[in-house]
């Protein structure tokens, strides 16, 4: 078992740490089935934020697709992971805190994938506060939400409950769907769900 010197997942030391060891337990390695189904049933030509992204792989993915994407990550090793990763697309990754960046443009969709669950508890409310002010109405939260009752984290998991609460003051939730090809990490406690901006 690795033990590592950072224990404080709000802190950009922390992500770096595990990138620089090679220790990414929540990283798939890949594009999930659950986002290729979202991607096929929506308009084209989408712009898209993926906050918090990691490697990344969902990046090059979507630009071949035809989205407009932006990438952000506050470690400049998961940056790092990400660009080294993308090829042509290394360019849509840009070193950002989520809570203070602004996009050039407002996107159609945010993208959720072990952001959420990657910060305490205690950053929820300033999550979904920075996800309804970045989306405009109609706009799309979109993703995998893990659900877990375990006090320690990350992964932090959160009740159905709670993340209603969380969200339905400021959106509607328009798709809910069990996953089929999550890793370890989150299998059986993930959920597809997206949430339409009020
Ligand atoms: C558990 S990882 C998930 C990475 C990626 N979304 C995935 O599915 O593999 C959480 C990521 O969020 C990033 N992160 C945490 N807090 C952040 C913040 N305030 N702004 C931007 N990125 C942040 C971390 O650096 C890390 O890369």
Avoid: H
Wanted: proline share 10%; net charge negative.
């Amino acid at each position: 078992m690795q033990t590592f010197e950072t224990r404080d997942p709000t802190d950009q030391a922390f992500w770096n740490e595990r990138f620089d060891r090679n220790f990414m337990p929540w990283d798939k390695g890949g594009v999930p089935a659950a986002l290729r189904d979202f991607v096929a049933q929506s308009a084209p030509g989408a712009t898209v934020l993926i906050p918090g992204c990691g490697t990344g792989y969902e990046v090059g993915y979507l630009c071949e697709a035809g989205w407009d994407v932006t990438a952000i990550d506050f470690s400049p090793a998961a940056v790092d992971a990400a660009r080294a990763l993308l090829g042509p697309w290394a360019q849509r990754v840009e070193q950002a805190d989520f809570f203070t960046f602004t996009p050039k443009k407002p996107p159609d969709v945010i993208y959720e994938r072990a952001f959420l669950c990657a910060l305490p508890p205690r950053m929820r409310a300033a999550i979904a506060a920075r996800w309804a002010a970045l989306l405009p109405p109609g706009g799309l939260l979109a993703g995998f939400f893990y659900f877990d009752d375990a006090p320690k984290g990350p992964p932090f998991g959160i009740a159905k409950d709670a993340l209603d609460a969380l969200l339905k003051p400021s959106f509607e939730c328009v798709e809910d769907r069990p996953v089929a090809d999550s890793i370890p990490a989150f299998a059986g406690r993930e959920r597809w769900q997206v949430w339409r901006r009020y």
